[in-house]
């Protein structure tokens, strides 16, 4: 089956760090992806991880353990456009075709 | 890059009623492209997903279905809508492997 695990609901302060879990069971994989959500907004591409290790972009970062099926995304020095929902998603390859499959999303708010 | 179109932005239908969504791509050929659902608060449902003209793979049953009568045009449509179809519906494509997905801005869909 397919399955992707991550916090429903995560706080944290201005200026701090935060790291998000996702942790995924999928018939196959070709990679996994990080998305940003603003409530009532479209998703954003954040990241995307396909070998494992630490893919750096700025104040995100995203890692990935193909061997345990985790992932993490690392937010640094927050800001509070930073509250919005993080969707981990994978890549799923079958037999006909690859298809991308959603956690439910972490909803993230920063306080000051 | 990709540009997803959909319309409307926002719908509100009464039960019983037919739904029809278009959603088109610019920028690239043969994508993947994908229908998904989003309740309030909640993850990304992948409702169809298509990999050519005329091939859809539908993920849930459900009172919905899809076509794709063009390269670049993904239809959702319903004979008659339920309240449970309320939600924001998200098309979005990818060219497969290791690209990621581009979204459209979503309809917002109220059924009473």
């Known amino acids: 089956g397919q399955n992707i695990d991550q916090p429903t609901e995560m706080t944290a302060t201005e200026g701090a760090i935060v790291q998000i879990n996702c942790t995924y069971q999928?018939?196959?994989?070709?990679?996994l992806f990080w998305y940003q959500q603003h409530a009532g907004e479209a998703p954003t591409f954040l990241s995307y991880?396909?070998?494992?290790g630490l893919e750096e972009k700025g104040r995100f970062s995203s890692f990935l353990s193909r061997s345990k099926g985790y992932s993490y995304l690392l937010l640094k020095e927050l800001q509070m456009k930073d509250s919005a929902s993080y969707l981990c998603?994978?890549?799923?390859?079958?037999?006909?075709?690859?298809?991308?499959?959603f956690g439910s999303g972490t909803r993230l708010s920063i306080r000051p | 890059s990709q540009t997803i179109h959909q319309w409307p932005a926002t719908l509100v239908q009464p039960v019983g009623s037919p739904l029809s969504l278009e959603c088109t791509v610019e920028?690239?050929?043969?994508?993947?492209l994908y229908w998904y659902r989003q309740a309030a608060g909640r993850g990304l449902q992948l409702l169809f997903y298509?990999?050519?003209?005329?091939?859809i793979s539908s993920e849930v049953p459900q009172n919905l279905s899809a076509s794709r009568p063009q390269d670049r045009q993904f239809i959702l449509s319903s004979k008659k809508l339920l309240l449970s179809d309320s939600g924001f519906y998200l098309c979005?494509?990818?060219?497969?492997?290791?690209?990621?997905?581009?979204f459209g801005p979503g309809t917002r869909l109220t059924v009473l």
């Open positions: 991880n396909v070998l494992d």
């Open positions: 979005a494509g990818d060219s497969g492997g290791y690209n990621e997905q581009f």
């Open positions: 998603a994978v890549r799923d390859v079958g037999s006909s075709a690859s298809k991308i499959i």
């Open positions: 999928t018939s196959g994989f070709n990679g």
């Open positions: 920028g690239t050929s043969n994508p993947n």
């Open positions: 298509s990999v050519g003209i005329g091939q």
